[in-house]
Nanobody, 127 residues
Framework: QVQLVESGGGLVQAGGSLRLSCAAS????????MGWFRQVPGKEREFGAA????????YYSDSVKGRFTISRDNAKNTVYLQMNSLKPEDTAGYYC????????????????????WGQGTQVTVSS
């Protein structure tokens, strides 16, 4: 079972930037697509960004496209989320996740596309 550990969250002013990291344990990291989601208490977890195993393909939600960038370093078993131009509405818990199946990469349609989840890191954007 893979373990995913997020870090890099914190408090930032509107317009600022943060970079989140997600370190994965185990082998075959590069065989799996990875994603970032966010969740506000009382609301459903929502998709933010995803990246293929090689890093050559990405998907973004409309709410973060143009401001957030997902990337990965397969040598370090780590996926990143660079968040720029942050807004108060970006305040949420941020979670990384691994696609359920190796070699599969498509725009997520449900949380079930992902089989492993981290514990999350909190991002708070003040106005």
């Amino acid at each position: 079972q893979v373990q995913l550990v997020e870090s890099g969250g914190g408090l930032v002013q509107a317009g600022g930037s943060l970079r989140l990291s997600c370190a994965a344990s185990g082998r075959s990291f590069s065989s799996y697509g990875m994603g970032w989601f966010r969740q506000v208490p009382g609301k459903e977890r929502e998709f933010g960004a995803a990246i293929s195993g090689s890093g050559g393909s990405t998907y973004y939600s409309d709410s973060v496209k143009g401001r957030f960038t997902i990337s990965r370093d397969n040598a370090k078993n780590t996926v990143y989320l660079q968040m720029n131009s942050l807004k108060p509405e970006d305040t949420a818990g941020y979670y990384c996740a691994r696609y359920t199946s190796a070699g599969v990469f498509r725009r997520p349609t449900s949380l079930a596309d992902f089989g492993s989840w981290g514990q999350g890191t909190q991002v708070t954007v003040s106005s």
